[in-house]
Nanobody
Framework: QVQLVESGGGLVQPGGSLRLSCAYS????????MGWYRQAPGKQRELVAN???????NYADSVKGRFTISRANAKNTVYLQMNSLKPEDTAAYFC?????????WGQGTQVTVSS
């Protein structure tokens, strides 16, 4: 059984930084893309950033230059380094693994940016 566990969320002041981690366990064949999504109250879930098996990255315009996605294959982990955080970054952040015919989601970790 595949499990994704996110960590690293919390309360941070505007301008601060957080690093999210998503560690997965279980057997996943042929991971295509690993990514981070977020969902604020009353809004749809949106893509924040993703990284392909080849290492190509993609970011939402709203986070470009502030967030960095990376992966540690040996640790089955994907990270999201978030700098210069803004109140509008407040949301639940979810890890996703796209394995082609099947996708997996974590349970989410809350990020709150507030003074």
């Amino acid at each position: 059984q595949v499990q994704l566990v996110e960590s690293g969320g919390g309360l941070v002041q505007p301008g601060g930084s957080l690093r999210l981690s998503c560690a997965y366990s279980g057997r996943i064949f042929s991971i295509k893309v690993m990514g981070w999504y977020r969902q604020a109250p009353g809004k749809q879930r949106e893509l924040v950033a993703n990284i392909t098996s080849g290492g190509s990255t993609n970011y939402a315009d709203s986070v470009k230059g502030r967030f960095t996605i990376s992966r540690a294959n040996a640790k089955n982990t994907v990270y999201l380094q978030m700098n210069s955080l803004k109140p509008e970054d407040t949301a639940a952040y979810f890890c996703n693994i796209d394995a082609g015919s099947v996708g997996y989601w974590g349970q989410g970790t809350q990020v709150t940016v507030s003074s």
